[in-house]
T-cell receptor
C-alpha cells in the first residue's frame, strides 16, 4: 500500500525558534498533500492544502505566515512552524493524495511538537 | 459548515462485535471513511464507502450507510485487544477535503 513518512516523529524546541516538519510519499507521487493539527483527545483539524508547484491553500483561522508550507516536489511537502510558542505544541499529521486520485488520502505517522 | 459526530467511548469484551456509529450533516458527501488511530500514531485507513452504496464488507469489518438519515456505522466482528484504538469517521465531497468526526475510543476488555 501507499506509504507516507514524516520527519521528525517528535521534536522539542525552545519558544521563538522555528521547526520544519517533512512529509514524504515513499512509493507514489502526490500532487496534493494536506496538513492537519490534532490536539490531545480531539479530532484532526485541516490546516492547509499543499499543491506541488503552487501556493498552499490555508483554512480559515490558520496564519499562513506562521505555518509556512512548501511543496517543491511530487514526493515532499514541508511545514515550518515559525517563531514557535507553547500554544503551537500539538500533533501535526500530513496526508497525501496519489496523483490522479481524488478519493483516498494516505496519512503519515504524525509529528509531535512540544514548545517549551 | 459540515459536522460529523460520534460517540466518545465504547467498551466491548474480546470476541464480541463492536458497532461504532457516526452521523453527518453534509448531504453532498461523496465518500465516507473509517480510520483507526493507535496511541501516538497517524491514521490508518480501514475502509471507505461511496455514498451510493448501502453496505460494504471487508473481512471482519462491515460498513453500513443510511444516506436518508445520514448515518454511518462500522461493525467489527470478533473484536480483539489489538482493535483497541480511536476510530474516526470522515466524509468528503469531490473536493477531497476530509471532515473528521470527533473520534470514538474503543476499549476491548478480556
Amino acid at each position: 500500500g501507499a506509504v507516507v513518512s514524516q520527519h521528525p516523529s517528535w521534536v522539542i524546541c525552545k519558544s521563538g525558534t522555528s521547526v520544519k516538519i517533512e512529509c514524504r510519499s515513499l512509493d507514489f507521487q502526490a500532487t496534493t498533500m494536506f496538513w492537519y493539527r490534532q490536539f490531545p483527545k480531539q479530532s484532526l483539524m485541516l490546516m492547509a492544502t499543499s499543491n506541488e508547484g503552487s501556493k498552499a491553500t490555508y483554512e480559515q483561522g490558520v496564519e499562513k505566515d506562521k505555518f509556512l508550507i512548501n511543496h517543491a516536489s511530487l514526493t515532499l511537502s514541508t511545514l515550518t512552524v515559525t517563531s514557535a510558542h507553547p500554544e503551537d505544541s500539538s500533533f501535526y499529521i500530513c496526508s497525501a493524495l496519489a496523483s490522479g486520485s481524488t478519493d483516498t488520502q494516505y496519512f503519515g505517522p504524525g509529528t509531535r511538537l512540544t514548545v517549551l | 459548515g459540515e459536522d460529523v459526530e460520534q460517540s466518545l467511548f465504547l467498551s466491548v469484551r474480546e470476541g464480541d462485535s463492536s458497532v461504532i456509529n457516526c452521523t453527518y450533516t453534509d448531504s453532498s458527501s461523496t465518500y465516507l471513511y473509517w480510520y483507526k488511530q493507535e496511541p501516538g500514531a497517524g491514521l490508518q485507513l480501514l475502509t471507505y464507502i461511496f455514498s451510493n452504496m448501502d453496505m460494504k464488507q471487508d473481512q471482519r469489518l462491515t460498513v453500513l450507510l443510511n444516506k436518508k438519515d445520514k448515518h454511518l456505522s462500522l461493525r467489527i466482528a470478533d473484536t480483539q485487544t489489538g482493535d483497541s484504538a480511536i476510530y474516526f469517521c470522515a466524509e468528503s465531497t469531490t473536493a477531497s477535503k476530509l471532515t473528521f468526526g470527533t473520534g470514538t475510543r474503543l476499549q476491548v476488555t478480556l
